[in-house]
């Protein structure tokens, strides 16, 4: 299994440009999220998805758009890039029903926003 | 609502040294508690949870944790540091009767010198 997958690893927008963040996931996961990460703030979610069709908003979800056509895919859109965008971006992936399981993390993609 | 702290940015320890990092957590329900690493441009890695049962739990790479319900922690522990135990490490908490959504803590960067 390749896990959990994303493109592009970095990423240079200028103000105002759109762009989306891939994230695919081969474990045939149910739950998939996206998260920054900012320095001394940890991870903060963005959006999350409990499987195809069904999209929610987490803790900083301005700027940006989900869908989740199918339950390998969670592309993450950035409307109208900012400067403020300009960070880490995580996608991970996990089961869902008893609320046990584990999530399993993409190795990020790293967005600069001019 | 749900949140995590660890208390220090940094942790500086001698190599052969035990560690701890300290994380304590706020959750409304029942705490699924977990503790993931990042080595320098790369993912999350998991390395342990508590979800019930034992409250010291063993996890990869020797770290082991401690969930303490009346204090509200769950301490990351070794008995003994490498060198290749640096990186930046996270706690996360979430409601065990409210889904998938996982908060985590600012990150406590780990430091071991030879």
């Known amino acids: 299994n390749a896990g959990v997958t994303q493109t592009p690893k970095f990423q240079v927008l200028k103000t105002g440009q759109s762009m989306t963040l891939q994230c695919a996931q081969d474990m045939n996961h149910e739950y998939m999220s996206w998260y920054r990460q900012d320095p001394g703030m940890g991870l903060r979610l963005i959006h999350y998805s409990v499987g195809a069709g069904i999209t929610d908003q987490g803790e900083v979800p301005n700027g940006y758009n989900v869908s989740r056509s199918t339950t390998e895919d969670f592309p993450l859109r950035l409307l109208s890039a900012a400067p403020s965008q300009t960070s880490v971006y995580f996608c991970a992936s996990s089961y869902t029903g008893a609320g046990r399981e584990t999530q399993y993390f993409g190795p990020g993609t790293r967005l600069l926003v001019l | 609502a749900q949140s995590v702290a660890q208390p220090e940015d940094q942790v500086n320890v001698a190599e052969g040294n035990p560690l701890t990092v300290k994380c304590t957590y706020s959750v409304s329900g029942n705490p699924y508690l977990f503790w993931y690493v990042q080595y320098p441009n790369r993912g999350l890695q998991f390395l342990l949870k508590?979800?019930?049962?034992?409250?010291l739990v063993k996890g990869s790479y020797g770290f082991e944790a401690e969930f303490n319900k009346s204090q509200t922690s769950f301490h990351l522990k070794k008995p003994s540091a490498l060198v290749s135990d640096s990186a930046l490490y996270f706690c996360a908490v979430r409601d065990g009767n409210a889904g998938n959504m996982l908060t985590f803590g600012g990150g406590t960067r780990l430091m071991v010198k030879p």
């Open positions: 508590y979800i019930t049962g034992d409250n």
